[in-house]
């Protein structure tokens, strides 16, 4: 499972580059589908990194609360962020009347840029090199 770091770090860039360029061109709804993912496969490199695999979103959240948050190598604001990203996209992928306006874009946006770069700065000193994936 280590393995797929890179697997999940790649698609990770691709989703925030997809939210980056669909802000950009005002498309508020669908940034928070692709900031919401690029954050969930950023958590999914770092699960890999301990040979933990899962696609439930809800495990992919306790168990990056539990195997990184409780041992105080992220902040439970990370946490935070990722779980109001799931709202986010849950909320804007099946609720017709809700209206996703440019300042709930750019937090996505910049709170799943954060998050990638601290995940990168994680992997650098757990052996892996992120560059080679984005």
Do not use: W
């Not at 699960?47 to 168990?63: K, P, Y």
């Not at 990722?82 to 809700?98: G, I, P, T, V, W």
């Not at 996703?100 to 757990?126: G, K």
């Amino acid at each position: 499972m280590r393995s797929n770091v890179g697997n999940y770090m790649s698609r990770a860039y691709d989703c925030l580059r997809q939210a980056q360029i669909l802000s950009n061109e005002h498309e508020y709804t669908g940034v928070c589908n692709r900031a919401y993912y690029a954050y969930f496969d950023t958590v999914r490199a770092l699960l890999a990194t301990l040979d933990i695999a899962t696609r439930s979103h809800s495990a992919v959240q306790n168990l990056f609360s539990l195997h990184f948050v409780k041992e105080g190598l992220f902040d439970k604001q990370d946490v935070r962020a990722l779980a109001k990203l799931f709202n986010m996209r849950q909320e804007s992928d099946y609720d017709a009347e809700l209206t996703v306006d440019a300042d709930d874009a750019r937090y996505a946006v910049d709170v799943t840029n954060e998050f990638l770069q601290q995940a990168e700065a994680y992997l650098r000193q757990t052996g892996f090199d992120p560059s080679t994936y984005s």
